[in-house]
C-alpha cells in the first residue's frame, strides 16, 4: 500500500503565490508518476501536472508559466509550486502516485484564491 500527505494549501491573494507538497510512504517502486489533479466546486477532477521518475513533466495549459511541478526521489516528495494564482485556481488539490497499474491518492488540500 501507498499513503500520500499533502500540506501547503491555503487562502491567497490574486497574484499570490504557494507551494504544495506532497510526502509518499509505503511500497513505492522506483519507477512511477506522481502528479497533482484538482477540482473545483461543481466540475470534474483535472490534471494540473505530472512528473515521471525521470523528470519530465506536463502541465495543463491552464498553468503552463505558472506553476512548477518537482519531486525529490530520495524523499518521494513532490511539490507543485503555484505562481500568479488566479480566483478560477481555487480548488482542492489532489496528490496522486501512479506505478505498476495502480494510482493513488491524497486526501486532498484546499487552495482558495480570494481578495
Known amino acids: 500500500q501507498v499513503q500520500l500527505v499533502e500540506s501547503g494549501g491555503g487562502l491567497v491573494q490574486p497574484g499570490g503565490s504557494l507551494r504544495l507538497s506532497c510526502a509518499a510512504s509505503?511500497?513505492?517502486?522506483?519507477?512511477?508518476?506522481r502528479g497533482w489533479y484538482r477540482q473545483a466546486p461543481g466540475k470534474q477532477r483535472e490534471l494540473v501536472a505530472t512528473?515521471?521518475?525521470?523528470?519530465?513533466?506536463n502541465y495543463a495549459d491552464s498553468v503552463k508559466g505558472r506553476f512548477t511541478i518537482s519531486r525529490d526521489n530520495a524523499k518521494n516528495t513532490v511539490h507543485l509550486q503555484m505562481n500568479s494564482l488566479k480566483p478560477e485556481d481555487t480548488a482542492v488539490y489532489y496528490c496522486?502516485?501512479?506505478?505498476?497499474?495502480?494510482?493513488?491518492w491524497g486526501q486532498g488540500t484546499q487552495v482558495t484564491v480570494s481578495s
Open positions: 512528473i515521471t521518475s525521470g523528470g519530465s513533466t
Open positions: 509505503g511500497s513505492i517502486f522506483g519507477i512511477n508518476i
Open positions: 496522486n502516485l501512479y506505478q505498476i497499474g495502480n494510482a493513488y
